[in-house]
């Protein structure tokens, strides 16, 4: 449908200019596809009186409503005083001191009463309530708010994760108290902390695998069942994680932050390189395969209710601080910026909240613990196979054979918009990115894909290898219809590795590792603008 102009009297009653009314609602997904950062408007904060039951993945449901109130207060920074600095968790048990406060946080939160919105059973429901269907999108009832697979995931986690903060410090009576953070990206850290195992603490969780306890290592690229890798090799291939995801691969605010997702736009759009990978690797790797629904972490209406998810998240947030820290820039649109939320405060008032005010972590008075980064040097090398995977569907019949179910590993030629070699400046000025359009399934299973180009015909890279591109991961949460979304990867460096920069096409392969089998639209290499 042709776009067309419309005025609209926003949430607080400003008049805005918008654009798009087609398919899908404003700022349609076409439109964006076209032009991802053209104006809309920013995501209103939820009307807690509109909050529904949300959905568990197996179909059921559960109240995450919080608390309603009419009286609703704008956020302020707050004013300077102590910084608070969260450790790295497997350092904790050497300080005894903050181990007792946080230990007495969350067993005072534990206790206070189900439906005291400061307590760690509403705390976990704020993240069912976000990102389970619990609140519909102000102005658009058909529509559900969701903070995942988006440019939202990193600035709500933040601020969940800060007022979340703020509650223990008011509970405890210490203004300094700080969350550590499950240091997963460095060796150290890449076991669940010795701090959440011992049963007779709050920081206990029972609904974690119990196949995944110390001394097991984690996968960051796990992939719903364990191989026989060798501890060497898995350290090796997260560190190489790491890198391709807060370096090589993150050249782009929409592959690092994830798509833009507006007023009127349907949910899931696609995530950002964190979100996908790591983050919800270690959501399901945690979570209990025993449960219905791999409760707690392997669930987002669950994973809240372990002491472990919020350590997840700080490092998560700690990953958008190096990636500022090494020269990375925060998106300047001002939907995204003007996005708001609401949060319950420490003193039980109800606060509204915009991206904005997330950009920097110091203005919320914390900072993480100086840390060794093990990957910032962790490079991935190329097989170079001369045994190379032949392509099943030619670029040419892309169009026809897709959309397609992905039931088995499939290879397709997927052609290159310029088989000239990129100079320097246009690398610079622009990342070459593979999309896979279209991914298709049902919301309420976990899914994963590997993704490799140019890999060898018999026996698939390893994670360590520059042939392997990136996953697509998901962390079951029901949604109204299938979801349907796409995955960026950038391969601007996996083609320099491979010296394929001449080559006119790549050759691409999905490689199905657990879930129902996902259609899958499309694939398309395009360039998109670098930040």
């Not at 999905?510 to 089998?517: Q, R, S």
Request: proline residues 7%; aromatic residues 10%; negative net charge.
């Amino acid at each position: 449908m042709t776009k067309i102009k419309m005025l609209w009297e926003n949430w607080t009653g400003e008049t805005c200019v918008l654009i798009g009314l087609g398919a899908g609602g404003l700022y349609g997904t076409a439109g964006l596809e076209t032009n991802p950062f053209a104006f809309a408007a920013p995501v209103p904060p939820p009307d807690l009186a509109t909050c529904g039951p949300a959905d568990k993945p197996d179909g059921t449901t559960i109240d995450c409503c919080p608390p309603n109130t009419t009286t609703v207060i704008d956020f302020k920074l707050p004013d300077s005083g102590p910084m608070r600095t969260g450790l790295a968790a497997q350092n904790v048990v050497k300080d005894p001191v903050y181990l007792a406060k946080y230990k007495k946080a969350i067993e005072l939160m534990r206790a206070l009463p189900d439906d005291d919105p400061r307590s760690l059973a509403q705390q976990a429901m704020v993240h069912g309530s976000y990102c389970d269907g619990g609140y519909p999108m102000a102005g658009f009832s058909d529509l559900e708010i969701q903070v995942h697979f988006c440019w939202l995931f990193f600035p709500w986690h933040r601020l969940y994760l800060y007022f979340y903060e703020k509650i223990m410090c008011k509970l405890i009576d210490d203004p300094t108290f700080a969350l550590p953070f499950w240091n997963w990206d460095s060796p150290a850290g890449m076991y669940i902390p010795s701090i959440f195992t011992d049963t007779t603490s709050s920081l206990y969780d029972q609904y974690r695998n119990a196949a995944h306890q110390p001394p097991k290592l984690l996968d960051l690229n796990y992939g719903g069942t364990d191989d026989d890798t060798d501890d060497k090799t898995r350290i090796r291939e997260n560190l190489t994680t790491m890198y391709q995801q807060m370096i090589s691969k993150a050249t782009s605010h929409r592959l690092f932050f994830g798509e833009p997702y507006s007023a009127g736009d349907d949910p899931n759009p696609g995530a950002g390189n964190i979100e996908s990978i790591p983050h919800n690797n270690i959501h399901l790797w945690t979570g209990d395969p025993t449960q219905t629904n791999g409760e707690d972490m392997g669930a987002f209406y669950s994973a809240g209710r372990d002491p472990i998810f919020y350590a997840h998240h700080a490092n998560v947030d700690r990953m958008w601080s190096i990636y500022k820290a090494r020269g990375g820039t925060d998106i300047t649109k001002k939907d995204w910026l003007d996005t708001e939320f609401l949060f319950y405060d420490e003193n039980k008032n109800l606060v509204r909240v915009k991206v904005r005010d997330s950009l920097d972590e110091s203005k919320l008075g914390y900072k993480y613990q100086d840390v060794e980064i093990p990957w910032l040097n962790s490079k991935p090398t190329a097989r170079k196979s001369k045994n190379k995977r032949k392509a099943a569907v030619s670029s040419a019949d892309l169009t026809s054979k897709f959309p397609a179910t992905l039931s088995e590993t499939i290879s397709v030629e997927v052609a290159r918009p310029s088989a000239a070699k990129r100079t320097t400046a246009e690398k610079t000025k622009e990342e070459e990115v593979l999309v896979i359009s279209g991914i298709e399934f049902a919301g309420s299973e976990m899914l994963k894909f590997d993704v490799y180009v140019n890999d060898d015909a018999d026996v698939v890279s390893g994670k360590d290898k520059a042939e392997f591109a990136g996953s697509f991961v998901h962390v079951p949460h029901r949604a109204k219809k299938n979801i349907k979304t796409n995955l960026r990867l950038g391969i601007t460096n996996l083609l320099a590795d491979l010296g394929a920069e001449d080559d006119t096409s790549v050759v691409v392969t999905l490689v199905p590792k657990f879930g129902k089998a996902p259609i899958i639209g499309g694939f398309k290499i395009e360039l998109i603008a670098t930040t």
